[in-house]
């Protein structure tokens, strides 16, 4: 489990240090910083998928997401005594994300190209990569150490180098397969490769989804939700069909739900709702309705991931779906860790009667986003190795 995510220049975030638990709530007004936060997590998640540098040239590089205001707004710039402005920068300009674990920690450093003599003018550097046992980092904890292009690893009292020409692009992630390595790196590959995304399900009239589909074994709905007739009969076959049917008809009552075999091994979606003289396939189904199903499907996999991240789950459903889809989340936390980010007011209250439940305001501070309510001893320790 994540215990404390932790970003630092990027965007609208200056530093932030989050505290998190099994389900956590991301919520704030427009401009607050909800999506720059999702945005990190996912920057995180590329780390072990290899893909960092090329999702940060895709966001027009490092110089448009460092963070656009003074390294530190002094308090004097807060009550308005003295203008907003640039100061003599004490560190190297980094976007520095990181994250807790329960027994791990990592964090990664990137920045520009010293000298460039690549033509990649957008691809950042990776300047500095840790791997620490514990929660916060001390150099007495620190396991695996990436400096520029060398590795190191610890072994006993002192240091072994497993790679000392490392693309500046490749995280070291990338390069486990090239050395002998400790089953720590390897243990953190794999459960951030665990994380699971959904922020945009595709529910328009061509959407692949309003098709019948290929019925294949799905424990794992796609993240546009193309195979979702396959992902529910996964469910039904291997899963747990007694949580989807009363998924179903927590949210319209008297329906239900059969997944069709067609010619060719295609599966076809059938809606029995109350009233009707026959079902409904997937091409017939509202927007809601159909997006309803694809978030049962994403919460009752059979293969829950290790961080479950559903951005604005809400998108087009009515308000009277939320308390189902908020039980059917509370649910999926026994699973897994849950990161929700929403505004909807039906699903913030249905989700925070959980107890577990770690609601997380933000607000737009002098530009930088921060969260509401919390002091500086409220902030879990949080240390950058360099
Ligand atoms: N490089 C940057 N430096 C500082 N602030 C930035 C930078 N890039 C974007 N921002 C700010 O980040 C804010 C956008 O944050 P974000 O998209 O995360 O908001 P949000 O909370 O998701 O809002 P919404 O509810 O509208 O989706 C904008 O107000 C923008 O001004
Ligand atoms: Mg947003």
């Given at each position: 489990?994540?215990?404390?995510?932790?970003?630092?220049?990027?965007?609208?975030?200056?530093?932030?240090?989050?505290?998190?638990?099994?389900?956590?709530?991301?919520?704030?007004?427009?401009?607050?910083?909800?999506?720059?936060?999702?945005?990190?997590?996912?920057?995180?998640?590329?780390?072990?998928?290899?893909?960092?540098?090329?999702?940060?040239?895709?966001?027009?590089?490092?110089?448009?997401?460092?963070?656009?205001?003074?390294?530190?707004?002094?308090?004097r710039?807060?009550?308005?005594?003295?203008?907003?402005?640039?100061?003599?920068?004490r560190?190297?300009?980094?976007?520095?994300?990181?994250?807790?674990?329960?027994?791990?920690?990592?964090?990664?450093?990137?920045?520009?190209?010293?000298?460039?003599?690549?033509?990649?003018?957008?691809?950042?550097?990776?300047?500095?990569?840790?791997i620490?046992s514990?929660?916060?980092?001390?150099?007495?904890?620190?396991?695996?150490?990436?400096?520029?292009?060398?590795?190191?690893?610890?072994?006993?009292?002192?240091?072994?180098v497993?790679?000392?020409?490392?693309?500046?692009?490749?995280?070291?992630?990338?390069?486990?397969?090239?050395?002998?390595?400790?089953?720590?790196?390897?243990?953190?590959?794999?459960?951030?490769?665990?994380?699971?995304?959904?922020d945009?399900?595709?529910?328009?009239?061509?959407?692949?989804?309003?098709?019948?589909?290929?019925?294949?074994?799905?424990?794992?709905?796609?993240?546009?939700?193309?195979?979702?007739?396959?992902?529910?009969?996964?469910?039904?076959?291997?899963?747990?069909?007694?949580?989807?049917?009363?998924?179903?008809?927590?949210?319209?009552?008297?329906?239900?739900?059969?997944?069709?075999?067609?010619?060719?091994?295609?599966?076809?979606?059938?809606?029995?709702?109350?009233?009707?003289?026959?079902?409904?396939?997937?091409?017939?189904?509202?927007?809601?309705?159909?997006?309803y199903?694809?978030?049962?499907?994403?919460?009752?996999t059979?293969?829950?991931?290790?961080?479950?991240?559903?951005?604005?789950?809400?998108?087009?459903?009515?308000?009277?779906?939320?308390?189902?889809?908020?039980?059917?989340?509370?649910?999926?936390?026994g699973?897994?860790?849950?990161?929700?980010?929403?505004?909807?007011?039906?699903?913030?209250?249905?989700l925070?009667?959980?107890?577990?439940?770690?609601?997380i305001?933000?607000?737009?501070?002098?530009?930088?986003?921060?969260?509401?309510?919390?002091?500086?001893?409220?902030?879990?320790?949080?240390?950058?190795?360099?």
């Amino acid at each position: 489990m994540l215990k404390t995510l932790a970003v630092a220049n990027y965007r609208s975030i200056n530093k932030l240090v989050i505290p998190l638990g099994r389900l956590n709530l991301i919520t704030g007004p427009n401009g607050s910083g909800k999506s720059n936060l999702y945005r990190a997590l996912r920057l995180l998640a590329e780390t072990a998928q290899g893909g960092v540098v090329n999702a940060l040239a895709r966001e027009g590089g490092l110089n448009s997401t460092f963070w656009a205001g003074p390294e530190t707004i002094t308090r004097r710039m807060q009550n308005g005594e003295v203008p907003i402005e640039a100061s003599v920068r004490r560190g190297v300009k980094r976007l520095r994300l990181g994250f807790a674990g329960d027994d791990f920690s990592y964090s990664i450093a990137l920045g520009l190209p010293e000298q460039s003599q690549s033509t990649f003018s957008l691809d950042p550097e990776i300047k500095k990569e840790c791997i620490w046992s514990g929660p916060f980092y001390r150099p007495a904890s620190l396991l695996v150490d990436r400096d520029g292009p060398m590795i190191r690893a610890r072994v006993g009292r002192g240091w072994e180098v497993l790679a000392q020409h490392t693309p500046i692009f490749d995280s070291l992630f990338d390069q486990v397969g090239s050395f002998r390595t400790s089953p720590e790196v390897l243990q953190m590959r794999e459960f951030i490769r665990r994380w699971r995304f959904y922020d945009h399900f595709r529910s328009d009239a061509d959407a692949p989804v309003r098709q019948p589909q290929l019925g294949t074994r799905t424990p794992v709905l796609h993240p546009d939700g193309r195979d979702l007739a396959a992902a529910l009969q996964t469910i039904i076959e291997i899963g747990d069909p007694e949580a989807l049917r009363a998924a179903i008809s927590d949210a319209f009552p008297g329906a239900r739900l059969a997944i069709e075999p067609l010619s060719g091994g295609r599966f076809a979606i059938e809606f029995h709702q109350e009233g009707l003289l026959r079902p409904l396939s997937a091409a017939e189904l509202s927007d809601g309705t159909l997006r309803y199903l694809l978030l049962v499907a994403a919460l009752l996999t059979p293969r829950p991931p290790t961080l479950m991240v559903l951005n604005e789950p809400e998108t087009s459903l009515h308000p009277d779906l939320l308390p189902a889809l908020a039980r059917l989340i509370i649910r999926a936390c026994g699973q897994c860790q849950v990161w929700v980010v929403s505004h909807a007011r039906r699903l913030i209250s249905a989700l925070q009667q959980d107890p577990d439940c770690n609601c997380i305001v933000l607000e737009k501070n002098l530009g930088q986003t921060a969260i509401v309510g919390q002091r500086m001893l409220d902030e879990p320790a949080w240390y950058w190795p360099d």
